[in-house]
């Protein structure tokens, strides 16, 4: 009953720029924190960034000064700006949301990926 639809990945050179979207639709009371991952082939899911509900901010060091999180709190929706893209940022990138679900309490929910692809 909740979904996380995620868009704006692609194909870019290295120093290019992509921003990625996702927006949480269903039974939404409230959402708490909202993060974006990013998994490589044939490595393990990492957090690249989160925003709280309040809006405190954290970053995996290797995309301090490149990346931008922010939230749309009144669309549910939360956005990573990436900058200076480097090839090592290649990945799947997934969306992730603490949601208060309409009778169903705290809950996590997962977006379904975007791939993002730099190349050198």
């Known amino acids: 009953q909740v979904q996380l639809v995620e868009s704006g990945g692609g194909l870019v050179q290295a120093g290019g720029s992509l921003t990625l979207s996702c927006a949480a639709s269903?039974?939404?009371?409230?959402?708490?924190?909202m993060a974006w991952y990013r998994q490589a082939a044939g490595k393990q899911r990492e957090l690249v960034a989160d925003i709280t509900g309040s809006g405190r901010i954290n970053y995996e060091d290797s995309v301090k000064g490149r990346f931008t999180i922010s939230r749309q709190y009144a669309k549910n929706t939360v956005y990573l700006e990436m900058n200076t893209l480097k090839p090592e940022d290649t990945g799947v990138y997934f969306c992730n949301a603490e949601i208060l679900v309409l009778f169903r309490g705290v809950m996590q929910f997962w977006g379904q990926g975007t791939q993002v692809t730099v190349s050198s």
């Open positions: 269903g039974s939404i009371v409230s959402i708490n924190d």
